[in-house]
């Protein structure tokens, strides 16, 4: 029961709240700043150590009523200055406005003497369930899933299956982190300079070969995690923060969060059955070679479909 009400607080107020109100504030700079979100979620890792020592002296249950009253008291706070959107205060995305006129403080007062942005007024629900692109970002992301999901689970576990020391696959769990963190500020900062969706199969490109490169670790190919961190890692963190710009772009955000949401229901179901899929071949085979290898061919074909979903037609189509 207390895990089930956890993640829905979690998908109630996390991914979809957070990646809306950014789309809706920015346009230019969408990518840089929903890549500084996300880095958000990559730098909480950091506080693992001191929840583990805090773990160690006051117990697991005092940690985690301690959490729970740091949570809600900076929910509160954050949510108590985030708004919905600039045009609901006169401002434009990206801070921008068409007009400014000076007070007797001599501050400029900013006014807004255009109308809003269309981008606001996007695509609904409907006219984007009967797009292509729709579809096409939907399963692309879920063959991603397929693949990422199963490696967050097992990771560890294949490692030492191939005779890697455990504190060497806990050095890679650390390593893959920091290099997804790396694939986030690079791909989306050239999220507002160039195509999203090439960077994205770019993205999913490297994520495919790493899987491959992974399947191959062994005692005497220890060195092979090196290449797989530098090419998986990065694959995988790169659509992190383009993802949600690449919808607001096809879409715009009148329906942002719903459209995400539907995208993310479509998507994330890849996910639910690699893990067991990946430790039932395990169980049956006595290696994980061959899951990582059917993980990688299933997810090549995300980068076709990224590549086919072209932007929605012109008759809805938002700037």
């Known amino acids: 029961m207390a895990f089930m009400i956890i993640?829905?607080?979690?998908?109630f107020g996390s991914f979809i709240v957070m990646n809306t109100a950014v789309a809706r504030w920015f346009r230019e700079k969408?990518?840089?700043a929903l890549t500084v979100i996300y880095l958000g979620f990559g730098a909480s890792g950091t506080l693992v150590p001191l929840i583990a020592l805090s773990i160690e002296k006051f117990?697991?249950?005092e940690t985690l009523v301690w959490l729970a009253v740091l949570l809600g008291v900076a929910g509160i706070i954050l949510s108590s200055?985030?708004?919905r959107q600039p045009e609901d205060?006169?401002?434009?995305?990206?801070?921008?406005?068409t007009g400014e006129t000076k007070e007797s403080n001599g501050f400029p007062d900013r006014k807004l003497t255009e109308e809003p942005s269309p981008e606001s007024s996007g695509y609904t629900v409907k006219e984007a369930l009967r797009t292509r692109a729709f579809w096409l970002l939907s399963f692309a992301f879920l063959f991603q899933h397929i693949g990422t999901s199963a490696v967050m689970v097992h990771i560890v576990p294949y490692l030492e299956s191939v005779e890697v020391s455990t504190t060497i696959a806990a050095m890679a769990v650390t390593g893959m982190t920091l290099c997804s963190v790396i694939g986030r500020l690079g791909f989306g900062f050239l999220g507002d300079f160039t195509n999203k969706r090439y960077l994205v199969a770019t993205a999913l490109t490297l994520q495919t070969i790493g899987l491959f490169i992974f399947s191959l670790i062994s005692p005497d190919k220890s060195w092979l995690i090196i290449l797989f961190l530098l090419t998986y890692a990065p694959g995988y963190g790169?659509?992190?923060p383009l993802r949600p710009a690449l919808q607001a772009d096809y879409f715009g955000t009148k329906s942002f969060g719903t459209i995400m949401g539907l995208m993310a229901?479509?998507?994330?179901?890849?996910g639910l059955f690699s893990p067991v899929l990946a430790g039932w071949m395990f169980d049956v085979t006595g290696s994980y070679r061959q899951a990582w290898q059917l993980f990688s061919l299933i997810t090549l074909p995300s980068v076709i479909l990224i590549l086919l979903a072209k932007p929605p037609g012109s008759e809805h189509k938002t700037p």
Do not use: C
């Open 59 to 61: 117990g697991w249950r």
């Open 238 to 240: 790169g659509p992190i």
């Open 89 to 97: 205060y006169g401002y434009l995305p990206d801070g921008k406005t």
């Open 81 to 83: 200055v985030m708004r």
């Open 7 to 11: 993640a829905m607080g979690f998908s």
């Open 30 to 32: 969408r990518s840089r």
């Open 265 to 270: 229901s479509v998507s994330m179901a890849g």
